[in-house]
């Protein structure tokens, strides 16, 4: 990092591979991409996906925020998402979540 | 007796629905504001019928006979493509998930349609049907089973449910006895459903290739 740079806020992304999230519980109007089976469980953060992706939530209204949004491949175990799921526990869901929908817990 | 035959015409046999009417009005309306041109959606067209699934055959084939290809294939499913000259032309990149004796990847859109078109071509139909997009992630080895996979408990499943800028692809085990095969003869072995993950590529020895 070159000294004396000052990032903006969103520059970095605020998790990391290995970071315990939660998928937050909201429901806004408008175009999102977060599905409603995943909202309010915990998951595991894989991967920072590289591209940051314009927030297609804002865009949505006209308000293009640029290359903001950071982006995340999350995995959720398929037991934290259906109780009482009958398969192996090791099975799992992946997933892509923008990060104004993962909250640190 | 004369050579033709006879398959009716095929005309619309009753009027056009609310999103027809709008899909036409915005069509219309693009051109007449020179937006776009008429020829450029029909050579789009043109382009999303060239996309098969010949296509990501030919991917998975050179990535079992080719380890630097298939390493840089999982690193970035985009580039390798384009490595290859396979475009891409939406603003979505690949991830290709490989299948291995401990992981088996299945892809779904739970969303919508998002599937790898680029290399894949249309998905079927049962892939934009609600019934596989909601049990793919509820039920996945219920759903295996009805295609004719049965996967052992003591190999993981991944569902990948693509929701925006990511699109998957599943790279399927090599099957054994192929050892002596050409790149061309194993792509001809690889399937579609293989690459979505619903079922593994097959290979009968003695079965003409």
Redesign the interface.
């Known amino acids: 990092m070159i000294a004396g740079l000052v990032k903006d806020e969103g520059d970095d992304p605020r998790f990391h591979a290995g970071d315990k999230v939660g998928i937050s519980v909201r429901f806004p109007v408008g175009h999102y991409?977060?599905?409603h089976?995943i909202r309010g469980k915990k998951a595991l953060v894989e991967e920072v996906?590289a591209?940051p992706?314009i927030d297609?939530e804002a865009e949505g209204f006209g308000r293009n925020v640029g290359l903001k949004r950071h982006?995340y491949?999350v995995s959720i175990p398929?037991s934290e998402?259906?109780p009482g799921y009958?398969?192996?526990p090791?099975?799992?869901?992946?997933?892509?979540?923008?990060e104004n929908w993962l909250e640190g817990i | 007796m004369h050579p033709h035959d006879h398959t009716p015409v095929v005309a619309a046999d009753e009027a056009p629905g609310y999103y027809e009417i709008m899909e036409t009005a915005v069509r219309e309306l693009l051109v007449a504001k020179q937006v776009i041109a008429a020829g450029e959606i029909r050579r789009h067209l043109e382009v999303l019928d060239s996309r098969t699934p010949q296509l990501g055959a030919k991917l998975v084939a050179k990535a079992w006979v080719d380890p630097e290809f298939k390493k840089r294939l999982l690193a970035n499913g985009r580039t390798a493509c384009e490595e290859v000259g396979i475009s891409f032309y939406e603003n979505t990149?690949l991830t290709v998930l490989e299948n291995t004796e401990k992981v088996h990847n299945l892809i779904v859109c739970?969303?919508c349609s998002c599937y790898p078109r680029e290399v894949l071509g249309l998905p079927p139909d049962w892939y934009k049907l609600t019934p596989y997009r909601s049990r793919a992630?509820?039920?996945?080895?219920a759903v295996l089973a009805e295609f004719g996979t049965v996967i052992p408990?003591?190999?993981?499943?991944?569902?990948?449910?693509?929701?925006?800028?990511?699109r998957y692809l599943v790279l399927p085990r090599r099957p054994d006895g192929t050892e002596k095969m050409t790149e061309e003869q194993l792509a001809a072995l690889v399937t579609r459903d293989a690459m979505i993950g619903v079922v593994p590529v097959e290979f009968q020895k003695g079965r003409v290739q």
């Open positions: 991409r977060v599905p089976y996906v591209t992706a297609n982006y491949r398929l998402l259906w009958a398969g192996s090791h099975d799992g869901l992946r997933i892509e979540v923008y | 990149e739970t969303l992630v509820k039920e996945p080895r408990d003591n190999v993981e499943i991944r569902v990948s449910d693509s929701t925006a800028m990511i």
